[in-house]
T-cell receptor
Framework: AQSVSQHNHHVILSEAASLELGCNYS??????LFWYVQYPGQHLQLLLK??????LVKGIKGFEAEFIKSKFSFNLRKPSVQWSDTAEYFC????????FGTGTRLKVLA | GAVVSQHPSRVICKSGTSVKIECRSL??????MFWYRQFPKQSLMLMAT?????????EQGVEKDKFLINHASLTLSTLTVTSAHPEDSSFYIC????????????FGEGSWLTVV
C-alpha cells in the first residue's frame, strides 16, 4: 500500500540551529515528491518538489531536500532556521494522486 | 505560483442540510483536482480525485453519496456535503494539478465547515 511516513511529529529548535525533517515513502515505481508548509492560520504552500534529475532539490526560503532512492527517503533540510519557520511541514508522494504524511510541527524559539 | 481559490472559506450549516464548496483554478487549467479533509492537528486525508468531465474516484471509506463531487469545467470543481451531520465538521481543502508546470499540485485556502 502507498504510504508516507514522517517520524518527527514535533520538533523544537532554537534560532540558527540546523533542521532535518525525515520523510519516507512506500510507493511502487516512479514517484513525485513534495514538501509543503502550513503556517499558522494559512493554507498549504509548496516548499519544493522532486520529479526527476538532480536528487538534491533547492526550494524556497533556504530549504532543500535530498531524494535517496535506496532509502525511499526525501528528507527536508535547512542549515539555519529562523523564528518565522515555525509551522507545520508535510511531505507528500505520488504520481497520479498524492498521499500526505502526518506532518511535523516545528517550533523555533527566538 | 498558480492560484487555487476556494469558496466559502467558512460556512456554518444546520444538521440535515447540504452545503457546497467551490474550488477554482484561477490562472491555469486543471484537468485533475483533489479533495482533502483535515481534522484538527492531523494530516490531510485524500477524499477523492476528480477529473474534468468524468466521475470522481473516491478513496476507500469515503461515502460517494454523501460527498458529491462535480468537475464540470477545467477550472471548477465542487464538493457538496449532503445531509450534513456534526461529525462532518472539518477543514476541507482542494488542490489542482497544473499540467503545464510539471504536474505540480497547488492548494486552495481551505474551507471550514461547521455543522450545528
Amino acid at each position: 500500500a502507498q504510504s508516507v511516513s514522517q517520524h518527527n511529529h514535533h520538533v523544537i529548535l532554537s534560532e540558527a540551529a540546523s533542521l532535518e525533517l525525515g520523510c519516507n515513502y512506500s510507493y511502487g515505481g516512479t514517484v513525485n515528491l513534495f514538501w509543503y508548509v502550513q503556517y499558522p492560520g494559512q493554507h498549504l504552500q509548496l516548499l519544493l518538489k522532486y520529479f526527476s534529475g538532480d536528487p538534491l532539490v533547492k526550494g524556497i526560503k533556504g530549504f532543500e531536500a535530498e531524494f535517496i532512492k535506496s532509502k525511499f527517503s526525501f528528507n527536508l533540510r535547512k542549515p539555519s532556521v529562523q523564528w518565522s519557520d515555525t509551522a507545520e511541514y508535510f511531505c507528500a508522494a505520488g504520481t497520479y494522486k498524492y498521499i500526505f504524511g502526518t506532518g511535523t510541527r516545528l517550533k523555533v524559539l527566538a | 505560483g498558480a492560484v487555487v481559490s476556494q469558496h466559502p472559506s467558512r460556512v456554518i450549516c444546520k444538521s440535515g442540510t447540504s452545503v457546497k464548496i467551490e474550488c477554482r483554478s484561477l490562472d491555469f487549467q486543471a484537468t485533475t483536482m483533489f479533495w482533502y479533509r483535515q481534522f484538527p492537528k492531523q494530516s490531510l486525508m485524500l477524499m477523492a480525485t476528480s477529473n474534468e468531465g468524468s466521475k470522481a474516484t473516491y478513496e476507500q471509506g469515503v461515502e460517494k453519496d454523501k460527498f458529491l463531487i462535480n468537475h464540470a469545467s477545467l477550472t471548477l470543481s465542487t464538493l457538496t456535503v449532503t445531509s450534513a451531520h456534526p461529525e462532518d465538521s472539518s477543514f476541507y481543502i482542494c488542490s489542482a494539478r497544473d499540467r503545464l508546470s510539471g504536474n505540480t499540485i497547488y492548494f486552495g485556502e481551505g474551507s471550514w465547515l461547521t455543522v450545528v
